[in-house]
C-alpha cells in the first residue's frame, strides 16, 4: 500500500509472450434452467436445445468462464421439441427433460467433444419446468400426455412412474395457460406442487397438492 505508480519501461518486442488473456474465455449467457454436474454449471436458454458448460482447465474448475463454441447441438434438435429441464439424476448420470422425452448425456471424466446423448429413456417429459424436484427416490415433475392427461411422475434413472392416479379429477382443474408457472418442491418426505386452478378464476398459484410418500398418500 505504499508504492501507488507504476512506470511502464518495457518495449513491446521484449514482453514475455508466454502468458496471454486467453481468448475463449467468455461470460455465461442468459440461462432460464441450471444445474450443476461433475464441477461443470450446465445452462439452456429460453425456448432452446442448446445446452452450455463451464469450462474445467488443466484439473481446475471455473464456473464462470463459459466458452460459446461448447455448445452440444445434439441434444434432439429436430424434434420440434425444447429442453425444459436438466438434473443429475439419482443415478448420478446428467438428465435433460425434452415436453415428449427423457434423455441422459453421459459426461463421465471425458472430454466435452467424447460426450454421448441417449436415445429416449422415458417418453413422459416435462410441461411444467419449475415442478421439477430431486428426491432420494428420484427426480419429480408435472408431465402431460395429450391434451388432458396429466401426471406428477417420478423418474428413477430408468422410467418414470405416475404417482397421482388417484387425483386425476383434481388435474384436470390446473389452468392450461398457466401450466408452465407450477413450482414443486421437495422436503421431509413430501412433495408440494402449487398450481392455478381454473375453476376459481386464479391467475397466480393458488392451491397446492402434497404427496407424502412415506405413507404414500
Same mark, same amino acid.
Given at each position: 500500500?505504499?508504492? !501507488?505508480?507504476?512506470?511502464? *519501461?518495457?518495449?513491446?518486442?521484449?514482453?514475455? !509472450?508466454?502468458?496471454?488473456?486467453?481468448?475463449?474465455?467468455?461470460?455465461?449467457?442468459?440461462?432460464?434452467?441450471?444445474?450443476?454436474?461433475?464441477?461443470?454449471?450446465?445452462?439452456?436458454?429460453?425456448?432452446?436445445?442448446?445446452?452450455?458448460? *463451464?469450462?474445467?482447465?488443466?484439473?481446475?474448475?471455473?464456473?464462470?468462464?463459459?466458452?460459446?463454441?461448447?455448445?452440444?447441438?445434439?441434444?434432439?434438435?429436430?424434434?420440434?421439441?425444447?429442453?425444459?429441464?436438466?438434473?443429475?439424476?439419482?443415478?448420478?448420470?446428467?438428465?435433460?427433460?425434452?415436453?415428449?422425452?427423457?434423455?441422459?448425456?453421459?459426461?463421465?471424466?471425458?472430454?466435452?467433444?467424447?460426450?454421448?446423448?441417449?436415445?429416449?429413456?422415458?417418453?413422459?417429459?416435462?410441461? *411444467?419446468?419449475?415442478?421439477?424436484?430431486?428426491?432420494?427416490?428420484?427426480?419429480?415433475?408435472?408431465?402431460?400426455?395429450?391434451?388432458?392427461?396429466?401426471?406428477?411422475?417420478?423418474?428413477?434413472?430408468?422410467?418414470?412412474?405416475?404417482?397421482?392416479?388417484?387425483?386425476?379429477?383434481?388435474? !384436470?382443474?390446473?389452468?392450461?395457460?398457466?401450466?408452465?408457472?407450477?413450482?414443486?418442491?421437495?422436503?421431509?418426505?413430501?412433495?408440494?406442487?402449487?398450481?392455478?386452478?381454473?375453476?376459481?378464476?386464479?391467475?397466480?398459484?393458488?392451491?397446492?397438492?402434497?404427496?407424502?410418500?412415506?405413507?404414500?398418500?
Amino acid at each position: 500500500n505504499t508504492t !501507488t505508480t507504476y512506470t511502464d *519501461s518495457t518495449a513491446d518486442g521484449s514482453l514475455d !509472450t508466454t502468458l496471454k488473456i486467453p481468448t475463449d474465455h467468455f461470460s455465461p449467457p442468459a440461462f432460464k434452467y441450471i444445474a450443476l454436474h461433475k464441477e461443470r454449471i450446465f445452462g439452456v436458454k429460453k425456448n432452446s436445445s442448446d445446452l452450455y458448460f *463451464s469450462k474445467i482447465e488443466d484439473g481446475v474448475s471455473l464456473p464462470d468462464v463459459f466458452d460459446t463454441t461448447d455448445e452440444i447441438h445434439s441434444i434432439a434438435p429436430d424434434d420440434g421439441d425444447i429442453i425444459q429441464a436438466i438434473a443429475e439424476g439419482p443415478d448420478g448420470i446428467f438428465t435433460l427433460f425434452k415436453r415428449n422425452s427423457v434423455r441422459k448425456l453421459f459426461v463421465g471424466t471425458a472430454p466435452p467433444e467424447e460426450w454421448e446423448v441417449s436415445a429416449i429413456f422415458d417418453p413422459h417429459g416435462v410441461v *411444467s419446468p419449475y415442478s421439477v424436484a430431486r428426491s432420494p427416490g428420484g427426480i419429480i415433475y408435472h408431465s402431460r400426455t395429450g391434451l388432458d392427461k396429466r401426471s406428477i411422475r417420478v423418474f428413477n434413472g430408468q422410467s418414470s412412474q405416475d404417482i397421482s392416479e388417484r387425483i386425476q379429477p383434481t388435474l !384436470t382443474d390446473i389452468s392450461r395457460t398457466l401450466i408452465e408457472n407450477i413450482v414443486g418442491n421437495y422436503h421431509d418426505e413430501k412433495y408440494r406442487m402449487a398450481y392455478a386452478d381454473r375453476t376459481t378464476g386464479a391467475v397466480e398459484n393458488n392451491r397446492m397438492l402434497i404427496y407424502d410418500f412415506e405413507r404414500d398418500a
